[in-house]
């Protein structure tokens, strides 16, 4: 075990640079010039090539990547264009806001999906099944964005209620901070949620058909017991592998759950750093998600020897 978390935090490295390769120049890619926007707004500088230098756009990308890359090793994210704020300071300030977004989404994911699929799988071919998989691919083919568009829209229309927009810090409103989330987490861990609930029903589906668990009916060993004992711990592995794959997506749902909710958010700060064609934030954000998103690839690939003990890793 010792030895795979050894050369897997060792392949986590050239997979960053490479991370840091296609965001520096996919960033450099976005349509618009951040120096014109610039001087066309703020116009501190004599002409459009005294500011490009003022900023060291000037030099070449390679020097440009460069002298990024030797910034980031050193933990520093660099400045951003606009505010001139340190990035990393204001990724920390948002970070936390993300974090929780996703938690919860990834929460009403699991915790709706698992259950759902299991029921799914033992009740095949019936009322619950049919409705278990017109709830999935309803999910799936409903997008997040139009779907939290008519949250806001329609109560407000019909009921002149909209949830609040006006974010809530923890510390003075515990109740009213996590409230503001679940409506946002919900509509982001349902399109996840979809996924893996396929997956569950059909992993389950095929174990149920084994017959080490055709064994343990003749048996007469309780439902429950069948089916979380020895049918489930042995198809939970395949959506632990897709759940590994959903944090890319509920990462990416952030983006525009915070904008639409008004989340002060790293996906709300990309969005609008985006927009200001703010290179080191766009930078310096998807680098970090980027890194945490291969950290939770690697936990769950270690998460397989705990619930299965016939796996080793050498």
């Keep these: 075990m010792r030895q795979y978390v050894i050369k897997r935090l060792l392949l986590v490295l050239p997979t960053l640079l490479i991370i840091t390769l296609i965001v520096f120049a996919l ?78 989404a990834m929460v009403f994911a699991v915790s709706m999906a698992i259950p759902i699929g299991v029921l799914a799988a033992i ?29 806001i829209v329609l109560p407000a229309y019909y009921f002149g209620w909209t949830p609040p927009i006006q974010f809530i810090k923890f510390a003075d409103n515990p109740w009213g901070h996590l409230g503001q989330f679940l409506l946002p987490a919900f509509i982001l861990g349902l399109s996840s949620g979809a996924s893996v ?38 198809a939970i592995i395949p959506v632990i592998t897709i759940l590994g794959i959903q944090l890319a997506q509920v990462a990416g749902g952030t983006v ?13 700060f990309l969005f609008d750093a985006l927009l200001q ?19 939770m690839n690697l936990v769950t690939d270690l998460t397989y020897a705990v619930i299965d003990p016939r796996i080793r890793y050498r």
């Design 27 to 104: 960033t450099r890619l976005i349509p618009g010039d951040v120096v014109e926007l610039m001087f066309q707004e703020q116009g501190y500088a004599k002409d459009v090539a005294a500011m490009r230098a003022m900023l060291g756009l000037d030099r070449p990308l390679h020097l440009q990547y460069l002298s990024w890359l030797g910034e980031v090793l050193r933990g520093d994210f660099g400045t951003s264009l606009w505010t001139k704020n340190p990035v990393l300071e204001e990724i920390l300030y948002r970070l936390p806001v993300t974090l929780e977004l996703g938690i919860v």
């Design 197 to 234: 609930m396929r997956l569950t029903r059909a992993m389950m589906l095929e174990v149920l058909r084994q017959d080490y668990v055709r064994t343990a009916w003749s048996k007469g060993l309780q439902e429950r017991v069948v089916v979380l004992k020895h049918a489930l711990r042995n």
């Design 256 to 268: 525009i759950m915070e904008s639409i909710f008004g989340l002060p958010g790293m996906g709300k």
């Design 277 to 295: 064609r703010d290179y080191p934030v766009v930078q310096g954000v998807n680098l970090l998600l980027a890194s945490i998103i291969v950290m």
């Design 123 to 151: 009740r095949q071919d019936t009322l619950q099944d049919y409705a278990a998989r017109s709830f999935a691919i309803g999910g799936l083919s409903i997008p997040n964005f139009w779907l939290a568009t008519i949250a």
